[in-house]
């Protein structure tokens, strides 16, 4: 469902992405890790469309993001780590406004936005202004708003930033029942408890180079060097 060949990002002379290659299933759950700086947002703008790669290419769902932008997005949900909410709507009018950019029809657009709004248990809030909303439940919003659509592939951000234990517990259910549906996820994060508990494979980055790219299971011979912890192997690798 995503693949990334040979890509590479420059800003001038600096090189954000460094010749990555990755490919990531249908139905898998895909963690990319990597320290801050370390070419993860940079990444994630390329396959979603707001950043050109300098070369290479990605394709999602069969479409190459860059040849066939339209397709390519289509079959994306969106959850970045500083959700973008207009302000003077409400969380119903932002879903709304979402769901036609998705080309979602009518009483569709209604359906699918109750559907959402019950899973999350956002009906108390959803019908206020966003501004009034927490930093938590902008999270909430911006989640359910990336699933209207019924995307092929989820690419996250940070998904957990703000979420208290029940929201986030309800979010790691939500996204590990949709890898069983076939839905491909691809998560950037600094949780290292969440890719333990979620991820069927994980890649990191570090000065805008794989490092790793494999199964957790595979690191083994790394967690040797150290207590055995999954935060210990990570600092010793990314160091």
Same mark, same amino acid.
């Given at each position: 469902?995503?693949?990334?060949?040979?890509?590479?990002?420059?800003?001038?002379?600096?090189?954000?992405?460094?010749?990555?290659?990755?490919?990531?299933?249908?139905?898998?759950?895909?963690?990319?890790?990597?320290?801050?700086?370390?070419?993860?947002?940079?990444?994630?703008?390329?396959?979603?469309?707001?950043?050109?790669?300098?070369?290479?290419? !990605?394709? !999602?769902?069969?479409?190459?993001?860059?040849?066939?932008?339209?397709?390519?997005?289509?079959?994306?949900?969106?959850?970045? /780590?500083?959700?973008?909410?207009?302000?003077?709507?409400?969380?119903?009018?932002?879903?709304?406004?979402?769901?036609?950019?998705?080309?979602?029809?009518?009483?569709?657009?209604?359906?699918?936005?109750?559907?959402?709004?019950?899973?999350?248990?956002?009906? @108390?809030?959803? /019908?206020?202004?966003?501004?009034?909303?927490?930093?938590?439940?902008?999270?909430?919003?911006?989640?359910?708003?990336?699933?209207?659509? /019924?995307?092929?592939?989820?690419? !996250?951000?940070?998904?957990?930033?703000?979420?208290?234990?029940?929201?986030?517990?309800?979010?790691?259910?939500?996204?590990?029942?949709?890898?069983?549906?076939?839905?491909?996820?691809?998560?950037?994060?600094?949780?290292?408890?969440?890719? @333990?508990?979620?991820?069927?494979?994980?890649?990191?980055?570090?000065?805008?180079?794989?490092?790793?790219?494999?199964?957790?299971?595979?690191?083994?011979?790394?967690?040797?060097?150290?207590?055995?912890?999954? @935060?210990?192997?990570?600092?010793?690798?990314?160091?």
């Amino acid at each position: 469902m995503i693949h990334l060949q040979n890509v590479v990002k420059k800003f001038g002379s600096f090189t954000a992405v460094n010749n990555i290659s990755l490919h990531v299933g249908k139905g898998e759950f895909f963690g990319f890790l990597g320290p801050n700086g370390a070419g993860k947002t940079t990444t994630i703008k390329m396959m979603t469309g707001l950043f050109s790669p300098t070369s290479g290419t !990605i394709t !999602i769902g069969g479409y190459d993001v860059v040849k066939q932008p339209n397709r390519a997005k289509s079959n994306i949900g969106y959850i970045p /780590d500083h959700p973008f909410l207009y302000d003077k709507l409400t969380g119903r009018e932002f879903m709304a406004f979402v769901g036609g950019l998705f080309n979602i029809k009518g009483n569709s657009i209604k359906e699918q936005s109750q559907r959402v709004i019950d899973h999350f248990e956002i009906g @108390e809030w959803v /019908d206020r202004l966003t501004e009034e909303y927490s930093q938590g439940m902008r999270q909430r919003i911006s989640i359910a708003a990336a699933l209207l659509h /019924d995307p092929e592939v989820i690419v !996250i951000d940070e998904p957990l930033i703000g979420l208290d234990p029940a929201s986030a517990k309800t979010v790691k259910d939500t996204l590990k029942s949709l890898t069983h549906r076939g839905v491909t996820i691809f998560m950037s994060t600094h949780s290292l408890h969440i890719v @333990e508990e979620l991820c069927d494979r994980i890649s990191i980055i570090k000065d805008g180079k794989i490092i790793y790219y494999d199964t957790l299971d595979k690191l083994d011979t790394f967690r040797e060097r150290t207590d055995g912890k999954f @935060e210990s192997v990570f600092i010793e690798l990314t160091k």
